[in-house]
């Protein structure tokens, strides 16, 4: 196979007329990767997108061509799928109000140009569920938030209404199931690129510990931090140590996690999979 692209956390192999896409178990904040894996984890990001992918197949075309048909030593943590032209912005939505979208509400009381009501906190409850694009950013690099009239004249408007409508339709359906596994999806980020036939379809992971902000949803209370089950908990270490990504040489000065940071962070995924899921790790 020919290495294609390596990204933050995944490896992209071309391998015939397919690709083979390859979780890694690197982990990333404030995009960049730090130097110390997490155990299982592109094992367990791989397992729960397939388990996703199956629930959400009648909403929406997946790109998955075999989670078998992939090299031995990849086994696990790989899955076969088509090529796909992907779309160059990053299709996030917000249910609930936290994160970069807080820091935006509270310096302008709106998320990606979207108005909204007046005296949300950390952990509110949005009114209804908004997308809240970005641009895609090269490694090392970070992703900006657009607006949709921004996405509309990247990829075109009919696109990215469909982009648009399709990535609330995967929150609603997905926010539904797992809410009744007692978790919150906060919000999420999706990616989607057309086939050779022009369909739009559903690519790399999806509503994971990585690209989701899952809750506890027995414990959730709005203006307070909220027990989760994703890597916030990597990313509330990386801030405690005061280092932050602040040049080309960020990645270099990042600092190794703990033993313990590692051994919690994984039980959090592996809680994770477990509850949505309803298997044994």
């Not at 996703?52 to 909403?59: G, P, R, T, V």
């Not at 994984?266 to 790790?281: D, H, M, N």
């Given at each position: ?111 990606c ?43 075109g ?9 399709r ?41 994971t510990?990585d ?9 959730w209370?709005p203006g ?9 908990f ?31 962070t ?16």
């Open positions: 196979m020919e290495l294609m692209h390596q990204g933050k956390v995944r490896d992209v192999y071309a391998d015939g007329g397919d690709l083979v896409l390859v979780a890694s178990d690197r982990v990333s904040v404030f995009d960049v990767v730090l130097p110390t894996p997490i155990p299982d984890k592109g094992a367990l990001l791989t397992a729960l997108s397939l388990w996703w992918f199956d629930q959400l197949a009648d909403l929406v075309p997946n790109h998955v061509v075999s989670a078998e048909d992939v090299p031995a030593e990849f086994a696990g943590r790989a899955v076969r799928v088509k090529r796909l032209d992907m779309l160059p912005v990053e299709a996030v939505v917000r249910g609930y109000l936290t994160g970069s979208g807080l820091a935006d509400y509270d310096a302008t009381g709106a998320v140009g979207i108005a909204l009501p007046e005296g949300l906190v950390d952990g509110s409850r949005l009114p209804e569920p908004i997308f809240t694009p970005t641009t895609k950013a090269a490694v090392g690099d970070h992703d900006e938030p657009i607006d949709f009239a921004q996405v509309a004249a990247t990829i408007a009919d696109l990215a209404e469909r982009v648009r409508d990535t609330l339709a995967v929150y609603a359906r997905g926010g539904e199931i797992a809410l009744g596994k007692g978790i919150i999806i906060a919000d999420t980020k999706l990616e989607f690129g057309l086939d050779a036939d022009g369909t739009l379809c559903l690519a790399d992971e999806v509503l510990s690209s989701s902000r899952f809750w506890d949803a027995e414990a209370k307070q931090t909220q027990p989760s089950f994703d890597k916030q990597v990313r509330d270490w990386a801030k405690s140590t005061g280092w932050r990504p602040t040049d080309a040489d960020a990645a270099a000065a990042a600092p190794e996690i703990p033993e313990a940071i590692v051994a919690a994984r039980e959090r995924y592996i809680e994770a999979y477990e509850l949505l899921t309803g298997r044994r790790w």
